[in-house]
């Protein structure tokens, strides 16, 4: 549901002047208070709506009205609470403005990513600009340029008090120009509010005694207890320009310092074991394990109160268990180096249960799951999970009744297993990193967390795809029928470089022809999908996937042509410009990713973790690959004989 609050728009003439700035930070610092108001109540058990926000913009769809928007998704049977929620919240903010607290916050987190963009002004990509020009040439959006921009506003933010901000949320926001738009599930046993009773609940709302917000702040440390700490040990040169450090407590530590961002350090934590090492009977915890986790929050803060804390910081951490792997990622800046090794050190150290949290991820699971069963999309992955996977106990799709067979008790119990011992950990960090500053917080913190324990093994989860030739053709009523089709073919493949440069090389050369032969020629579709990949955990196999979407009365000739386009390829091999213009995108890309920090850190973790070299003669193996290599391959894969087909066919 949307609630626009409408006013007038800033003529494009009053946008090249101080005041249109000012204007602008206002209206930023009111999206972002909003922002936090909206996420506490949403964490709420009781909460009516599963998601909401409110900021300044155009109206809608025209250009030449502006209104304070809002939106909010609410839970099943719950459209008019929300409405009311999202009316009166608009309403506080209105009549009362906002916390000098929730100010010094918001200002602090505007300030951070503005020395963050001045930081990086040097890494600019091409696109930004773009976007940067065709706002200026289209609405007339000032460019002052980075290096102005930051001084300026770092000259006037200081300044501008929160009553400014107020200020202009008071004289934007209209107490009757108001405007509701809602899009709603047609569901049997589910009735609406019409245009009286909305209208009716609005005026109810304006007349509440609204009371001011009140912000609660902790002023408790992020860590409550300083760990001992331990020390660096042994240091050696390891791959690819990274330096291993073997710290006291069994940890292991991989530095590489760039200058490819001024303001950037990326880390990640990588063990192996994962959810293969639990029973099936766990599987609905553990698809849930890392939200339910991430939701709780860290220590003695909540999630909503972590934000509070971190503001001004730029410094996130997420843990993850995946199926064969557990681990955290994150990233910071140099200034927050410290905060990302604290947010590291409380994951491994002090996840937390929280009652409401938790009720309130049960009770936004629900009525996601609950709107989900209405789209056909949810009966096609299902359908697909089901053919992929033949019912594996692993593979489920949740559903609104799954949700309460969630223990999150027992959640927390995995996860501490998980995390009970960080010298089974490799820990990498890749960035503008200064190792005088670096090494002694890292032997603070992850020389700080527990050890001991065995180094654990990957374990076959036996979560393959079906063999054989499998089809499944099976209709869904739609109010505008389609076809959707997937075609997946699986089998055994050696993992290593070259075939790994041979799968990416299919994928993108069938983008190519199935682009020319069925999207442009037979222009049945507005696009076929492919993707390939190759897997080495916790076995050597190889997945060739092609999607596409078209008419109903097509997806039987489409479908035959997408086959015989493949088996072409595989019997004649694909054509020599073609492996020449993807080779020449791969060769560029190559040297992009040699500038970016993530593609530094997905080598390191693949040599250490899985013994993988993605690096070395990447360009002679590439350029030595042939169209009769790519023939082999893919012929390789095909004549095993496993097909997958799965269709929807949309009927009226």
């Known amino acids: 549901v949307y609630l626009f609050a409408k006013h007038e728009a800033i003529p494009n003439e009053a946008k090249g002047d101080m005041q249109y700035l000012i204007l ?47 939106a909010i998704i609410p839970k099943e ?57 065709v706002r200026h040439f289209i609405d007339n959006e000032p460019i002052p340029g980075i290096e102005n921009e930051y001084a300026l506003m770092n000259q006037l933010a200081p300044n501008l008090p929160v009553e400014l901000v107020n200020q202009v949320v008071a004289s934007l926001m209209s107490d009757s120009n108001l405007v509701v738009m809602a899009m709603l599930p047609e569901k049997e046993g589910l009735t609406y509010p019409n245009d009286a009773e909305v209208a009716q609940l609005l005026a109810a709302v304006a007349a509440e005694d609204i009371t001011a917000y009140e912000d609660k702040v902790s002023n408790e440390p992020l860590i409550a207890e300083e760990p001992a700490g331990g020390k660096v040990v042994k240091v050696k040169e390891v791959a690819f320009g990274y330096k291993q450090l073997t710290l006291s407590n069994g940890a292991t530590v991989y530095l590489k310092s760039t200058d490819f961002k001024a303001d950037q350090i990326m880390m990640r934590a990588v063990s192996k074991g994962g959810q293969a090492l639990y029973d099936e009977s766990e599987a609905i915890n553990l698809s849930q394990l890392t939200d339910v986790i991430e939701n709780n929050g860290i220590g003695n803060f909540n999630t909503t109160d972590l ?21 955290v990622v994150g990233n910071s800046t140099p200034k927050d180096f410290e905060t990302l090794m604290q947010l590291t050190y409380l994951q491994f150290t002090a996840p937390r249960l929280d009652d409401e949290a938790f009720a309130s991820y049960k009770s936004k699971m629900k009525a996601m799951l609950e709107n989900q069963e209405l789209d056909p999309q949810t009966a096609l992955g299902d359908t697909l999970v089901k053919e992929f996977y033949n019912n594996h106990p692993r593979a489920i799709n949740m559903k609104a009744a799954d949700v309460d067979k969630i223990d999150d008790a027992r959640i927390l119990e995995i996860y501490k297993e998980r995390f009970a011992n960080a010298g089974d950990f490799s820990f990498f960090f890749t960035g503008a990193i200064d190792e005088a500053v670096a090494i002694p917080l890292i032997e603070k913190y992850i020389g700080g967390l527990p050890t001991g324990g065995k180094k654990e093994k990957y374990v076959d989860a036996k979560l393959d795809f079906q063999k054989g030739q499998i089809k499944n053709v099976f209709d ?29 090389l ?56 997408a086959i015989d386009l493949l088996n072409k390829f595989a019997e004649e091999g694909p054509r020599q410009q073609d492996l020449d213009k993807v080779r020449e995108y791969m060769l560029k ?15 390191i973790q693949n040599y250490v973790i899985d013994g993988f070299d993605g690096y070395k003669d990447y360009e002679k193996i590439l350029n030595s690959i042939t169209t009769d290599d790519l023939k082999k391959f893919a012929k390789s894969l095909l004549k095993q004989g496993n097909q997958i087909e799965v269709s929807m066919v949309g009927v009226k």
């Open 77 to 133: 049977g719950k459209m008019k609470e929300s409405v009311a929620v999202l009316y009166r919240e608009m309403l506080r903010a209105k009549r009362h403005g906002f916390t000098e607290s929730e100010y010094v916050r918001a200002r602090a987190e505007y300030l951070t990513q503005l020395e963050s963009a001045y930081n990086e002004r040097a890494k600019v990509k091409s696109q930004r600009f773009c976007k940067e020009y």
């Open 307 to 327: 934000q509070k804390v971190l503001a001004g910081k730029k410094a996130n951490v997420t843990p993850y268990i995946d199926m064969y792997r557990e681990g």
């Open 589 to 603: 890309k190559y040297a992009e990713n040699q500038k970016e920090n993530a593609y530094w850190g997905n080598q």
């Open 476 to 504: 869904k009523q739609m109010a505008t029928p389609s076809a959707t089709v997937y075609l997946v073919y699986t089998g055994k493949a050696k993992y290593n470089l070259k075939n790994n440069l041979m799968m990416s």
């Open 506 to 561: 299919t994928k993108q050369i069938l983008d190519i022809i199935y682009t020319e032969e069925i999207r442009e020629k037979e222009g049945g579709t507005y696009g076929v999908g492919t993707s390939g990949t190759l897997n080495n955990v916790p076995k050597e196999s190889a997945r060739l996937l092609v999607m596409f979407q078209t008419a109903p009365e097509l997806r039987e000739k489409l479908t035959g042509m």
């Open 24 to 70: 602008d930070y206002a209206k930023q610092m009111f999206a972002q208070m909003m922002h936090g108001r909206m996420n506490e109540l949403a964490m709420q058990p009781d909460a009516p709506f599963v998601e909401g926000f409110v900021n300044d913009g155009e109206y809608f769809l025209a250009k030449t009205k502006g209104a304070i928007n809002g």
